[in-house]
T-cell receptor
Framework: DTGVSQNPRHKITKRGQNVTFRCDPI?????LYWYRQTLGQGPEFLTY????????KSRLLSDRFSAERPKGSFSTLEIQRTEQGDSAMYLC????????????FGPGTRLTVT | KQEVTQIPAALSVPEGENLVLNCSFT??????LQWFRQDPGKGLTSLLL?????REQTSGRLNASLDKSSGRSTLYIAASQPGDSATYLC????????????FGRGTSLIVHP
């Protein structure tokens, strides 16, 4: 399968714990995006990478959140000291460089903070 | 700041009906508009991408139109089927270099047999 993959698909954690999600983009895509989606809402942008460089971060990305893409391939999103408000679907997408190219989304990681 | 609104929020129709889903945006200076489908608990599947210079795109039973000047797009689904049941999202991208789309909240569609 050559689509965007995300792991794990589901994560349940207790408040205060740290969690890390992984995204593997389509291999030739040099852009990678992270979004958060809560129930009944559209996806909200968190951050994006072009190759290994993190080029933009949303104000939604508090200092408890950190994202990396060390080799310009897969990316990780870590949430430290999770809060119940962090419960959401975390979506990853990738694309070729350029605004004309569409984004391809992964299946998402559903996070539940108890 | 760009705002994207989708109407209706929810729709329930019998199989076979032709449907129109609406998407409106406040800033008409867009690069492109994309329609997605999302099944419950799943990621997004791209349906159609319309560049700002285009008026419509078609794929199978789906047709999306774009009227930039009025800030509107419609997604037309012909001969709806139960398998079309999902949430449909539209997203617009604006020039400025960041390529970040702004999404609407979606239209939740149920097609019943």
């Amino acid at each position: 399968d050559t689509g965007v993959s995300q792991n794990p698909r589901h994560k349940i954690t207790k408040r205060g714990q740290n969690v890390t999600f992984r995204c593997d983009p389509i291999s030739e895509h040099n852009r990678l995006y992270w979004y958060r989606q809560t129930l009944g809402q559209g996806p909200e942008f968190l951050t994006y990478f072009q190759n290994e460089a993190q080029l933009e971060k949303s104000r939604l990305l508090s200092d408890r959140f950190s994202a990396e893409r060390p080799k310009g391939s897969f990316s990780t999103l870590e949430i430290q000291r999770t809060e119940q408000g962090d419960s959401a679907m975390y979506l990853c997408a990738s694309s070729l460089e350029g605004d004309l190219y569409e984004q391809y989304f992964g299946p998402g990681t559903r996070l539940t903070v108890t | 700041k760009q705002e994207v609104t989708q109407i209706p929020a929810a729709l329930s129709v019998p199989e076979g009906e032709n449907l129109v889903l609406n998407c409106s945006f406040t800033d008409s200076a867009i690069y492109n508009l994309q329609w997605f489908r999302q099944d419950p608990g799943k990621g997004l599947t791209s349906l159609l991408l319309i560049q700002s210079s285009q008026r419509e795109q078609t794929s199978g039973r789906l047709n999306a139109s774009l009227d930039k000047s009025s800030g509107r797009s419609t997604l037309y689904i012909a001969a709806s089927q139960p398998g079309d049941s999902a949430t449909y999202l539209c997203a617009v991208r604006q020039p400025g270099g960041s390529y970040i789309p702004t999404f609407g909240r979606g239209t939740s569609l149920i097609v019943h047999p």
